[in-house]
């Protein structure tokens, strides 16, 4: 059996394949396709991350980082609208608009467990393609995620100010937050107020505290108007899924000026790009004084990176950066001398700051990555030495 909840907005150009796809439009929900339902089953059991549909290609999956053939049947541009658009319930029919893009949440039970996507469905030179993630129904341990514990309590200990989980896309920031917010139920008695897009990790109810989760385009329109509204739902911990645009991030630093602690994300390659990134979210005008608010809320930045596995087909490896904000931290965001950061990773070792060239070093004398990984994403590859020479 495969559910269908439909949070976002697409275009009308799919409403061809919405008629094909529900026949008699009697007015209940479509169906996703039996295609579309064998592939999502199969994902579960080899244990993707990810199903791509894009016409050209055959079905493929990513599995521990790598894209692999899903099937030997190349799609064509009718049979992936046809699929896409069978995610898409007779409810929503009325919300397609022009914006080319949606997002959805896919649930299917197999063998009697349940198992959810997010779904994207997109438009690429004037064809429809669909990406889906599995996102896993138990919220991920520290050590499966090779997240250190130490630096997770210390993340969750902050009263208030601002904690910025960084990378790309993909880098595993949103399973990090979720088992932040675990830790925090498990640790102490808090309320919790998520806004997201979409939900994926479900807390549920029980433990310790009180989690909310508000679901953008659903629950609330915007990260802005779940932050505003936020605050005046006595939370301890608000978690914003992602900061995107300026009103957001100023909610976001003035709700950690006034006693919260605040989770969020940003897409930056490394942690010095997360502040920087911030910043220039603003007009000239106004950057003086929200690098003075930043460098007063924020307590840390942890920037992400999962990379290959030394054994082919195990997960893929975690490598952190980990800025902690101490004095020089704070003068180099006040005065704009971002540069500076560097130095200060590099020496805050005994404030708990990690480096990433650093990090890097300690999978490879592991052997979880190899050298010519870690000197692929390392900032100065020549600093990375073999595991033989690591000791």
Not at 41 to 54: F, I, Y
Not at 351 to 371: F, P, Y
Not at 382 to 390: E, G, K, L, T, W
């Amino acid at each position: 059996m495969l559910e269908v909840d439909v949070t976002a907005m697409g275009p009308e150009a799919i409403e061809e394949a919405l008629d094909q796809t529900r026949g008699n439009g009697d007015g209940e929900d479509a169906m996703p396709s039996a295609e579309l339902l064998a592939l999502l089953e199969a994902a579960v059991e080899r244990g993707a991350s990810d199903v791509h549909l894009v016409p050209g290609y055959r079905p493929t999956f990513r599995i521990h980082g790598q894209l692999r053939l899903a099937g030997e049947q190349v799609l064509n541009a009718q049979e992936t609208q046809q699929m896409v658009a069978s995610l898409i319930p007779e409810r929503s029919r009325d919300l397609i608009d022009e914006s080319k893009n949606l997002d959805c949440s896919v649930s299917l039970v197999q063998a009697g467990v349940p198992y959810r996507f997010r779904a994207s469905v997109y438009l690429a030179q004037g064809e429809w393609c669909g990406c889906l993630r599995h996102i896993p129904n138990e919220i991920p341990s520290f050590e499966w995620l090779g997240f250190p514990v130490e630096l997770a309590q210390r993340l969750v200990s902050n009263g208030n100010g601002l904690v910025i989980i960084t990378g790309v896309t993909g880098s595993g920031k949103t399973a990090t937050l979720a088992a932040l917010v675990n830790l925090l139920r498990q640790d102490a008695i808090k309320r919790v107020l998520t806004v997201e897009e979409p939900i994926e990790y479900i807390h549920s109810s029980g433990k310790g505290g009180i989690v909310t989760q508000r679901e953008v385009g659903r629950d609330v329109d915007s990260f802005a108007d779940g932050l505003k509204h936020g605050l005046r739902q006595d939370p301890d911990v608000i978690l914003v899924g992602e900061i995107r645009d300026r009103e957001t991030a100023q909610m976001a630093l003035s709700a950690a000026e006034t006693g919260h602690l605040i989770l969020t994300t940003l897409h930056t390659r490394d942690a010095k790009g997360a502040l920087t990134r911030l910043v220039d979210i603003f007009p000239q005008e106004a950057q003086d004084d929200i690098r003075g608010q930043l460098a007063m809320s924020l307590r840390s930045v942890v920037c992400q990176h999962l990379l290959p596995a030394a054994d082919e087909g195990e997960k893929r490896a975690l490598a952190l950066e980990v800025l902690h904000v101490n004095q020089p931290v704070q003068v180099a965001i006040r005065s704009g001398k971002i540069e500076s950061i560097e130095s200060a990773l590099q020496t805050g070792k005994r404030d708990g700051m990690i480096s990433l060239d650093e990090d890097l070093q300690r999978l490879v004398k592991s052997g979880i990555i190899s050298t010519e990984v870690a000197r692929r994403f390392a900032k100065d590859p020549a600093s990375i030495v073999p595991s033989s020479q690591a000791w």
